[in-house]
């Protein structure tokens, strides 16, 4: 069984552990039934059962109350960079629980498939997109992930400014506060509430004024080297609104303009030469199970 499972964007600004986006960028992984785990086509240190694929697949297979020995899995095309902000464990936890659905019929569907996998993940807004594609929203309910989708303007284009270093979500979260003050709350509340009308609309100035946040960035821009040169180059480039991707260290970029994508590359090749540009696409299928 083949799955094809897309890259995300988390966060987005104010909508920390909330908001994410799905794109075009995927990963392909085919699962087989086995009595034993094996995993082939992954770095040697992935390939057991810290996996997150296998930690998505046995997870689904607890919910659905059946007993899970082991499963061949095999990486093929890997078109998400690992540790930089762009889904790819969510990526992984998502493909693995809605293999082990696919595989024996655990009618989990596609919120049984999200809670499974972000059981594994701790929080929803990566999973989301991955298993639904598109913009979402999630809010966990008790053990119970709440995702819904919301629309994304087609005149709307992003672009991923990919650093040539990992860093863990981890180590991103340990520099985060505890709590949080009351202001600053108040700002990311408002600011998540209009950035998905700004989404939706195309609003591109609203959206330069609301996907700012006081809950996790500030924190972590500091973690990301060369951060501020970037920054400054996609503004000088064009770009109507940027945000930390996830828990970094990649930049996500909006802009109305296609051509913001070859200048930004070429402006942040002298500066920054090791990092990658990619457009990225709108994925709106989420997961995909090929027999
Ligand atoms: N919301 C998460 C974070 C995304 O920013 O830490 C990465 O898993």
Redesign the pocket.
């Known amino acids: 069984m083949r799955i094809l499972v897309p890259s995300s964007s ?2 987005l600004g104010p909508g ?2 909330c908001f994410g986006i799905a794109w075009q960028s995927r990963n392909e992984i085919f699962f087989d039934r086995s009595d034993s785990l094996s995993i082939e086509g992954c770095a040697v240190e992935y390939a057991n059962s810290v996996n997150l694929a296998w930690l998505g697949y046995s997870k689904a297979m607890e919910l659905a109350g059946r007993k899970c020995e082991g499963v061949h899995i095999r990486f093929g095309k890997t078109e998400i960079p690992i540790c930089r ?1 762009l889904g790819s ?2 990526a992984l936890s998502a493909a693995g629980a809605a293999a082990a659905d696919a595989l024996f019929g655990l009618g989990l569907g596609r919120q049984g498939i999200l809670d499974a996998a972000t059981a594994v ?1 701790g ?1 929803p ?2 999973v989301a997109p991955a298993i639904y594609g598109g913009l979402t929203a999630s809010m966990m309910d008790g053990e119970r992930a709440i995702t819904v989708n919301f629309p994304l303007h087609e005149k709307l284009h992003f672009t991923a400014l990919i650093p040539d270093f990992q860093l863990s ?1 981890a180590m ?2 340990s520099v985060l506060p505890k709590s949080v003050e009351r202001a600053d709350a108040i700002f990311n509340v408002s600011r998540g509430a209009l950035l998905l009308n700004a989404l939706g609309s195309g609003d591109l100035e609203l959206l330069g004024l609301a996907m700012d946040d006081k809950l ?1 960035q500030p924190y972590r821009w500091g973690l990301i080297r060369g951060s501020e040169e970037a920054r400054s180059i996609a503004r000088d480039c064009g770009a109507a609104a940027l945000c930390i991707s ?2 970094g260290p990649t930049i996500l970029c909006v802009s109305e303009d296609e051509s913001f994508t070859p200048r930004v590359r070429e402006a942040l090749q002298g500066v920054l030469p090791g990092w990658e540009v990619r457009e990225l696409r709108i994925d709106r299928e989420g997961v995909k199970v090929e027999e």
């Open positions: 988390a966060n920390f552990d902000g464990s969510a993940e929080h807004d990566n979500t991103a979260r996790h996830g828990a």
